[in-house]
C-alpha cells in the first residue's frame, strides 16, 4: 500500500500552479464561487506524500498548503486570501461543522487552517466556531450565515460510507430517526433552515480513509489506506460520489477482488435523483487532481 516514489517540494507546487493558472480562465470576474457554468461540478484533489510525518500523524504547515491550493484551483483565484474571499465575507458568522469520530477525525490541522483563512478575511474570532455533537445548541451555529463541512471519508455500519453528506446528521435531534434503509435520506437534513443555503465549502480529508469495518463503531488500522488526499468542492455529491469511488477502488485493490461495501452507500446516489442537492454522475463532475498521482484511483 505504501507508495513507491516521492515528489519533491517544486514539484508539487509547480502542478498546483499549472491547475490554477488553467481553472482562472474558467472562474475569474465570478463574484462568489459556484460550480463551473458548463453545468459540470468542479471537485479538486490534492494529494502530497509529505502530509503525513513518520508517525502517520498530519503535518500542519503541509495540510495549510494543500488547502491553499485546494481553494485556489477551486475558484480559479491567484493566492488564498482572495480565494477566501470569494466564498466568505467579513460580516459572516461561520460555522465548521467537523466530525470527531475518535478513531478518525477531521484533525485540528485541518480545521485550524480553515479557521486562520477565515479569519484573514475578517471574520472575528468569536463568530467562528469548530463543533460536531454539540451543533444545535452552539450558540454561533444557531446563527450561523455559512458553514464549511469537513469531516474523514470512511466506511460506515449503517450508512455505507461515513460522508460530507451524512455529516450533517447532527443538525437534527434525533440522528438514529434516519438510519433506515441504510440512511438513504440523509440529504432531506440539508433542506433544513439551520443548513438551507448555508455551506460555502466542502473539505473531504482523505489522508488516511478507511476501506473496511465490522460492525458500529468499528476501527482497524490495517483498514486504512494512506492516501495522502484532500478533496474540496461546493457540491457534496459531487465530492461524495468521488470519494466513494476512491473507497470502492481500495477495496478493490487491497481484497483483490469486487467487494462491495455492505450495506451500499446508496444515499449519495439519492442525494442526487431524489433530493438534487448535487451530481454524483462522474461525467457531471470536473476532477482537477494536483500532485502525487499514483494510486489515486479516479
Request: charged share 25%; proline share 7%.
Amino acid at each position: 500500500m505504501k507508495p513507491r516514489k516521492s515528489i519533491s517540494r517544486r514539484q508539487f507546487i509547480k502542478s498546483a500552479s499549472a491547475a490554477a493558472i488553467g481553472t482562472t480562465l474558467l472562474l475569474s470576474g465570478q463574484e462568489t464561487a459556484a460550480p463551473v457554468k458548463s453545468g459540470r461540478s468542479r471537485v479538486v484533489l490534492v494529494r502530497d506524500l509529505n502530509v503525513l510525518d513518520g508517525n502517520g500523524n498530519p503535518q500542519y504547515a503541509v495540510v495549510e498548503e494543500m488547502l491553499d491550493t485546494g481553494i485556489k484551483a477551486l475558484t480559479g483565484m491567484p493566492d488564498p486570501q482572495s480565494a477566501w474571499k470569494t466564498i466568505i465575507k467579513p460580516d459572516d458568522i461561520v460555522g465548521i461543522k467537523n466530525n470527531r469520530w475518535p478513531y478518525l477525525r477531521t484533525t485540528a490541522e485541518v480545521e485550524n487552517s480553515i479557521k486562520k483563512r477565515i479569519m484573514e478575511v475578517g471574520v472575528k474570532e468569536a463568530d467562528i466556531s469548530v463543533d460536531d455533537l454539540g451543533v444545535l445548541q452552539n450558540p454561533v451555529f444557531q446563527k450561523a450565515t455559512a458553514l464549511i463541512n469537513a469531516r474523514p471519508m470512511r466506511s460506515h455500519h449503517w450508512a455505507g460510507v461515513g460522508s460530507l453528506i451524512k455529516n450533517y446528521i447532527m443538525f437534527i435531534p434525533e440522528p438514529i430517526t434516519i438510519h433506515p434503509d441504510s440512511c438513504a435520506d440523509l440529504a432531506s437534513i440539508w433542506d433544513l433552515p439551520v443548513v438551507k443555503g448555508k455551506t460555502r465549502l466542502n473539505v473531504l480529508v482523505m489522508f488516511t480513509p478507511q476501506f473496511h469495518s465490522f460492525g458500529p463503531h468499528s476501527f482497524n488500522p490495517k483498514y486504512v489506506w494512506k492516501y495522502y488526499g484532500l478533496m474540496m468542492g461546493f457540491d457534496p455529491v459531487a465530492v461524495d460520489a468521488t470519494g466513494l469511488r476512491i473507497i470502492e477502488a481500495i477495496r478493490r485493490e487491497y481484497f483483490a477482488e469486487e467487494r462491495p461495501l455492505n450495506p451500499p452507500a446508496k444515499h449519495i446516489a439519492i442525494a442526487d435523483s431524489k433530493y438534487h442537492l448535487g451530481t454524483a454522475d462522474p461525467q457531471k463532475i470536473e476532477l482537477v487532481k494536483i500532485g502525487y498521482d499514483k494510486e489515486s484511483f479516479v
